[in-house]
């Protein structure tokens, strides 16, 4: 009887525990293969196991046509490679834009089949550094420009041959400053290719500035010019502030700082190798920085805005001026009822400017992504083959619009689809002067010091209602250096 | 208890006497061993290696360093430091001890406040208990997020409600940045955990004996008195355990809300309210510095015990009582 | 109450209808209090709920309480645009896979922790005990690098699988559970289990028809602890790659240009929360209950 009775007890809970093994082994994919099974709603896409699980809804509504011919495609080609690649939500709708690059990709490679992942960018990096240390991910990955020195070195990269950098139209066909962040200083080669530039000017309002009676060629032309000009359209529109920019909650806060401090002739390096951004020149540029804050010159609560909300700021017309990227002019052309601006005084009023020279010059930040491959990918030259296409002219003016960045070749800038966009031709303009971090492994470590420093710094002004001297700056940026010294061995 | 012998039998004897009850705790003390003390070990072990991002593959074959770390933050407690990786690091722990005090005594004092008032009489008591437990389903994560919206010091709900609707003040408060941010932490963390402490205060409420109150009232006892006297006293096991959890989730709390309140995703919440864990976090996953995160956990957890050192001697005696009963 | 006859009597009642007067003003006072209060607890929800029909401009503007007009396909928006049914499935499956477990383990340790003083039962509270007190940054990276290590050698995939994450759900929450049932086991008075036990079960017979049923409460308050912990947790799943919500609502807010959207991380969240407030109100009495019984001991 006790026998019996135990033996039963177990028995349930071997039952008990086989079922959730079983329901645990059902998402144990990485990809999240439950989720294809179990998306009923998505029915379109259901069918091939082998279906991203990621892309397909959005893809599904917004082109349904597009995404029918590709999964019929494999299915009579049994010996398809599959290719997983993953990406980061770029744009305003991230999986309808890499889809239907995807798409045209498999209509022109029949054979090969891309599984999709989209990953946040808050998670990106932990999940590709477990891929490399893992020795299973994808095969193609989107990387921040700042991270391929990091996963290059260690080794989870898979080089560049100079065969393949021919074929893709050789190093010169690549933005400069784009090119330089395939690098790893020390090591010869490039280990991973530019996908798209991310290139960061002023947006501002032509309208405002024309009823000032100013030229957007002298109202930003070096410091002093421009602050005139946010002091004058202050004065004539009470409701108007002269500029937005996002304080510590957000992730540019050493992107919007590097623009002043290289203006002012500073670096934040120094032969890559030591820091340099506590210089007296720097200083002077992130003060520069911090008075627009201290004299009034932007909306007042712009400190505590991420870079969404200070677009968001923009386009409600509440500052003439905002330190932002490309992707305002895919806001400005997408219809209100999409979430975009178009019809709105600031969607046609929308002009871009360089940043104003310093006394050190005139340069702005490019950062954006590159396209890696892992070493562990099984099909390197599949592989290949989908870098190539994303890399190429049709592609790059595609994607890179839907998606609202620049191209990263110049063949694609040159495009006049761009390059005669009177929008996007100011960008072309600055990404010829354009900066970025430096290649080396200890780059996010770095990046990770200066934003805590600059982000503190915003908290000191915040606190001190924007009084701040050079001595409070040169302080924190004293112990950036310190930090990032000791990072890099120094 | 109702299972020991008379007798005091040898240990083998009374080990097999128990056998059901070994096989019972079996598994549980398997998941301790591997999900808690063998990684706890290796995460003290690692606090004396030079483990990062390009040494993490060795693992704890990594360079040793001993003591370093902890003789770091030992010397730039003494002297300060000029490297924002320690100094960030002390600057956490006051911020951590500050959010603790704050988030156990607003909880406390506004839980007993609130259980009070619903261990009344009256009709609509059980919709109340329901609704007071609200915030409790809601994720920190998601609470994070709500609290975001509602700091905005333009059109965030607070101010709103501060400004517009009751005029308290004139100028709307900034939350989000500057010296308040550790408050507006705190005030989120607050929300979320007061339900459960009011939940357990309330529970303990209800099992103290009416008459005691009778009696009280009988003598003349004002509700001041009787609160003083009977409710307070009886409450003291409750609130012990109330006091440790708080102080638990103070110290080792606040990553959640802090992630998605501040910056979408960022995790720094500023000088003025980052918490340990998220800077032990950054130090680990964002520098890639593992060895010197573990160091500092384990000086987190040192902290921790101090606290709980503080807390058995307050609470001491009526942890006794409660043994007993 | 008022309609006493005599004159004496009058006057009494009148001190005591005062009384009662007083009495009746101050609960209502206290009413209003408390009415107060929960409406300050239950705003932000509210906010939260209203804020998921909003556009997206109009959240980051922050403009007006009410949206100008409903956006009830932000849900749908909301589910499509990050494949949310993939993270909202792996939560169900991991939350639910780990309640289960811990709660039969929790109960059967629980169980044995109150009824028998065994040898080595002091030890085995103070470490659980311990357990709650050790940082998990502490051990975040030697459990990411045993769990990297069982899948590069054994080729079990502990790592960025809804398994892995029930493994280690359970080792969490496991001892936590425990403490919490053996308070619940320690009010069911032992009577019950020894008459069965002279009429002929067994000790376990005895805990799993006697003790188990009368334990419901307790369970059912260990359950929804462990459901909504496990539904909570950010910080491990990220690190070890398991696709669960809080991970994935995080695709909504990021870098520049990648657009946040909160009015989709608003919605997001309402599907967030309702599964566990659904869950909550249905055991919501036996839940209270429980706790009561728990608070007791």
Same mark, same amino acid.
């Given at each position: 009887m006790l026998r019996s009775m135990q033996r039963s007890f177990r028995g349930s809970l071997a039952l008990l525990l086989c079922l959730t093994l079983l329901l645990s082994a059902c998402?144990?994919?990485?990809?999240?293969?439950?989720?294809?099974?179990?998306?009923?709603?998505?029915?379109?896409?259901?069918?091939?196991?082998?279906?991203?699980?990621?892309?397909?809804?959005?893809?599904?509504t917004a082109a349904p046509a597009a995404t029918e011919a590709p999964t019929e495609a494999p299915d009579s080609n049994t010996a398809a490679v599959t290719l997983k690649l993953w990406h980061m939500p770029n744009g305003a709708a991230p999986a309808e834009a890499m889809q239907k690059e995807i798409d045209a990709f498999e209509a022109a490679n029949p054979g090969i089949k891309v599984e999709p992942e989209m990953l946040d960018w808050g998670a990106a990096f932990q999940r590709i550094q477990t891929a490399v240390q893992g020795g299973e991910g994808p095969c193609v990955v989107q990387l921040g420009t700042t991270w391929n020195p990091t996963f290059a070195a260690m080794g989870g990269l898979r080089p560049f041959s100079d065969a393949e950098i021919t074929e893709l139209g050789g190093s010169d066909s690549f933005v400069d400053a784009s090119w330089e962040t395939t690098q790893l200083i020390g090591q010869p080669g490039a280990f991973s290719i530019p996908w798209f530039a991310d290139v960061r000017a002023l947006a501002y309002r032509a309208d405002l500035l024309e009823q000032a009676g100013l030229k957007p060629e002298e109202a930003f032309k070096d410091w002093d010019s421009f602050e005139q000009t946010l002091k004058t359209i202050q004065e004539q529109n009470p409701d108007v502030a002269g500029i937005a920019f996002p304080g510590r909650n957000d992730w540019n806060v050493w992107q919007n700082s590097s623009m002043w401090i290289w203006n002012a002739g500073g670096e934040l390096l120094s032969n890559d190798s030591e820091a340099a951004f506590n210089s007296d020149k720097a200083i002077a540029g992130v003060t520069e920085f911090a008075k627009l804050y201290g004299e009034k010159m932007t909306i007042t609560n712009t400190l505590e805005l991420n870079s969404s909300q200070v677009d968001a700021a923009f386009g409600d017309g509440r500052t003439f001026s905002i330190i932002t990227?490309?992707?305002?002019?895919?806001?400005?052309?997408?219809?209100?009822?999409?979430?975009?601006?178009?019809?709105?005084?600031?969607?046609?009023?929308?002009?871009?400017?360089?940043?104003?020279?310093?006394?050190?010059?005139?340069?702005?930040?490019?950062?954006?992504?590159n396209l890696a491959i892992l070493k562990s990918c099984p099909n390197p030259e599949e592989a290949f083959k989908l870098v190539k296409f994303l890399t190429a002219n049709e592609s790059q003016l595609r994607y890179t619009q839907n998606i609202g960045m620049l191209p990263a070749t110049k063949t694609a800038q040159s495009d006049p689809q761009i390059a005669s966009d009177p929008l996007y031709s100011v960008f072309i303009a600055a990404a010829a002067n354009g900066k970025t971090s430096a290649s080396i492994a200890e780059w996010g470590q770095i990046e990770s010091v200066l934003n805590e420093q600059l982000g503190s710094l915003w908290d000191d002004v915040a606190g001190t209602d924007g009084v701040i001297t050079s001595d409070k700056v040169k302080e924190r940026l004293d112990k950036a250096a310190t930090t990032v010294d000791e990072l890099l061995g120094n | 208890m109702a299972a020991s012998p008379h007798s005091k039998p040898s240990l083998w004897r009374r080990m097999k006497q128990h056998s059901l009850a070994y096989k019972f705790i079996a598994p549980t003390v398997v998941a301790m061993f591997l999900i808690h003390f063998i990684p706890m070990v290796q995460g003290l072990y690692l606090s004396l290696l030079d483990v990062r991002l390009t040494t993490l593959t060795l693992y704890l074959k990594a360079p040793f360093v001993g003591f370093k770390y902890y003789r770091e933050v030992i010397l730039a407690l003494l002297f300060g430091s000029d490297s924002s990786r320690i100094s960030g690091m002390l600057n956490a722990t006051g911020n951590t001890i500050e959010y603790t005090f704050w988030t156990n005594v607003a909880t406390l004092t506004l839980g007993m406040i609130l259980a009070l008032?619903?261990?009344?009489?009256?009709?609509?008591?059980?919709?109340?208990?329901?609704?007071?437990? !609200?915030?409790?389903?809601?994720?920190?994560?998601?609470? $994070?997020? *709500?609290?975001?919206? +509602?700091?905005?010091?333009? /059109?965030? !709900?607070?101010?709103?409600?501060?400004?517009?609707?009751? $005029?308290? *003040?004139?100028?709307? +408060?900034?939350?989000?940045? /500057?010296?308040?941010?550790?408050y507006a932490l705190v005030i989120a963390t607050v929300w979320r955990g007061l339900p459960f402490a009011t939940i357990m205060m309330?529970?303990?409420?209800?099992?103290?004996?009416?008459?005691?109150?009778?009696?009280?009232?009988?003598?003349?006892?004002?509700?001041?008195?009787?609160?003083r006297y009977i409710t307070l006293p009886l409450l003291k096991p409750i609130l012990a355990t109330l006091v440790l959890f708080g102080v638990i989730n103070g110290l080792y709390g606040g990553y959640n809300i802090a992630v998605q309140m501040f910056g979408g995703g960022t995790a720094f919440a500023g000088e003025y309210a980052d918490l340990l864990v998220p800077a032990i976090t950054r130090q680990t996953w964002e520098r890639h510095l593992y060895g010197f995160g573990a160091a500092s956990s384990v000086l987190l957890m040192i902290l921790l015990l101090v606290f709980v050192g503080i807390w058995y001697r307050v609470f001491r005696s009526s942890l006794r009582t409660e043994g007993g009963s | 109450m008022g309609i006493s006859v005599t004159e004496r009597t009058t006057a009494k009642s009148l001190r005591v209808d005062q009384h009662r007067l007083r009495r009746f003003l101050v609960s209502r006072a206290y009413d209003l209090l408390l009415l107060l209060i929960i409406a300050l607890l239950l705003l932000p929800i509210i906010f939260l709920i209203i804020g998921s029909f909003k556009t997206r401009q109009e959240f980051t503007v922050g403009s007006a309480f009410w949206p100008q007009s409903w956006h009830f396909e932000n849900y749908s928006v909301m589910w499509q645009r990050v494949n949310f049914s993939k993270y909202f499935l792996n939560s169900i499956i991991i939350c639910s896979a780990t309640t289960l477990v811990v709660t039969i383990l929790?109960?059967?340790?629980?169980?044995?922790?109150?009824?028998?003083?065994?040898?080595?039962?002091?030890?085995?509270?103070?470490?659980?005990?311990?357990?709650?007190?050790?940082?998990?940054?502490?051990?975040?990276?030697?459990?990411?690098?045993?769990?990297?290590?069982?899948?590069?050698?054994?080729?079990?995939?502990?790592?960025?699988?809804n398994f892995g994450a029930t493994v280690l759900y359970v080792g969490f929450f496991l001892p936590i559970s425990l403490w919490i049932q053996r308070s619940f086991f320690a009010t069911i008075p032992v009577d019950l289990e020894e008459q069965a036990m002279v009429d002929g079960a067994t000790r376990f017979q005895a805990f799993w028809y006697i003790v188990m049923p009368l334990a419901g409460p307790g369970v059912i308050s260990t359950a929804i602890f462990v459901f909504l912990t496990a539904w909570d947790e950010l910080l491990f799943a990220w690190v070890l790659n398991v696709q669960t919500i809080p991970v994935g609502i995080r695709q909504f807010t990021g870098v520049a240009g990648s657009e946040q959207r909160y009015e989709l991380l608003s919605a997001a969240s309402v599907v967030i929360i309702l599964p566990v407030a659904l869950m909550f109100f249905l055991l919501q009495k036996r839940f209270i209950a429980g706790l009561t019984a728990g608070a007791v001991k």
């Open positions: 998402g144990a994919n990485e990809t999240g293969s439950t989720a294809t099974s179990a998306t009923g709603g998505n029915a379109a896409q259901a069918e091939p196991t082998k279906a991203p699980a990621n892309t397909e809804a959005p893809a599904a990227g490309p992707w305002l002019i895919s806001n400005a052309r997408t219809p209100e009822a999409d979430g975009g601006w178009a019809n709105r005084t600031v969607a046609d009023n929308l002009a871009y400017a360089q940043f104003p020279a310093g006394p050190g010059g005139q340069y702005t930040f490019v950062g954006g992504s | 008032l619903l261990n009344r009489k009256f009709r609509w008591r059980g919709i109340a208990r329901t609704l007071v437990l !609200l915030p409790w389903v809601v994720p920190t994560f998601v609470t $994070g997020t *709500i609290f975001n919206f +509602i700091w905005l010091q333009q /059109g965030g !709900l607070a101010n709103r409600i501060l400004v517009d609707w009751l $005029g308290i *003040i004139d100028q709307p +408060i900034t939350w989000l940045i /500057g010296p308040n941010s550790l309330l529970a303990s409420m209800q099992v103290i004996p009416l008459d005691l109150y009778e009696a009280a009232e009988l003598d003349g006892a004002n509700g001041l008195q009787r609160f | 929790a109960s059967m340790s629980g169980y044995a922790l109150a009824r028998f003083r065994f040898p080595g039962a002091g030890a085995f509270s103070l470490g659980i005990l311990g357990t709650q007190l050790i940082p998990g940054t502490l051990f975040l990276i030697p459990l990411y690098m045993t769990f990297l290590w069982i899948k590069n050698t054994l080729h079990i995939p502990l790592i960025g699988t």
